[in-house]
């Protein structure tokens, strides 16, 4: 059972543009939201996070959007640029339990110059 | 200051035999995590330590067994190595609360034929 779900396993963007990934979940206990991204042959690195008692957090060229009553959140960057282009992976936790995180399958984001 | 590291960066075992992956990380970090990343599955856990001499299982445990050394180092050990356990494994860390973010290692790039 899948309870934090990236279904687009890739995604091309122009250099420049707007990358925007997309993230579900389903358990309703999670209240914690982490992306982090990932080279080849490295280990993924966090990139931005967010609370469920907010909804919006900036970093950058980074923001996380939350949509609680979706079980919904996504990823801008703008502008994108080449060394944007990796696997991005999206993760979820729960307040109540352990440090546990769960995370998505991921999406393969590449930018096109 | 090195992070998480990881030790073997590649392995390639027969069905049967048995080996140890290492972890260590200098940050202090209270808990420690192992992963394993599969093509289409994302990252999965498959056991954590809270604290030193503390281990729990994650969502995948079976054929594996973990030590915690002391705060430093969590190993990970296959007692008989399978097909099915061909993948590249992660290490990761986090301080405690109430940041939530982990810390990954390079990973260990496992073949198991």
């Known amino acids: 059972d899948q309870q934090v779900k990236q279904n687009s396993p890739s995604l091309s963007v122009q250099e420049g543009r707007i990358s925007i990934l997309n993230c579900d979940y389903t358990?309703?206990?999670?209240?914690?939201f982490l992306w982090y991204k990932k080279y080849p042959a490295e280990g993924p690195t966090f990139l931005i996070s967010?609370?469920?008692?907010?909804d919006k957090n900036e970093d950058g060229r980074f923001t996380v959007f939350l949509n609680k009553s979706a079980k919904h959140l996504s990823l801008h960057i703008v502008p994108s640029q080449p060394g944007d282009s990796a696997v991005y992976f999206c993760a979820a936790k729960s307040s109540f339990g352990n440090e546990k995180l769960t995370f998505g399958t991921g999406t393969r984001l590449t930018i096109i110059p | 200051n090195a992070g998480v590291t990881q030790t073997p960066k590649f392995q390639v075992l027969k069905t049967g035999q048995s080996m140890t992956l290492q972890c260590a990380q200098d940050?202090?970090?209270?808990?420690m995590y192992w992963y394993r990343q599969d093509p289409g599955m994302g990252l999965r856990l498959i056991y954590y330590?809270?604290?030193?001499?503390?281990?729990d299982k994650g969502e995948v445990p079976n054929g594996y067994n973990v030590s915690r050394l002391n705060k430093r180092e969590f190993s990970l050990r296959l007692e008989s190595a399978a097909p099915s356990q061909t993948s590249v494994y992660f290490c990761a860390s986090t301080p405690t609360r109430p940041a939530y973010e982990q810390y990954f290692g390079p990973g260990t790039r496992l073949t198991v034929t």
């Open positions: 358990n309703s206990m999670f209240d914690y």
């Open positions: 330590s809270a604290s030193e001499g503390t281990t």
């Open positions: 967010i609370s469920s008692i907010k």
């Open positions: 940050m202090n970090h209270n808990s």
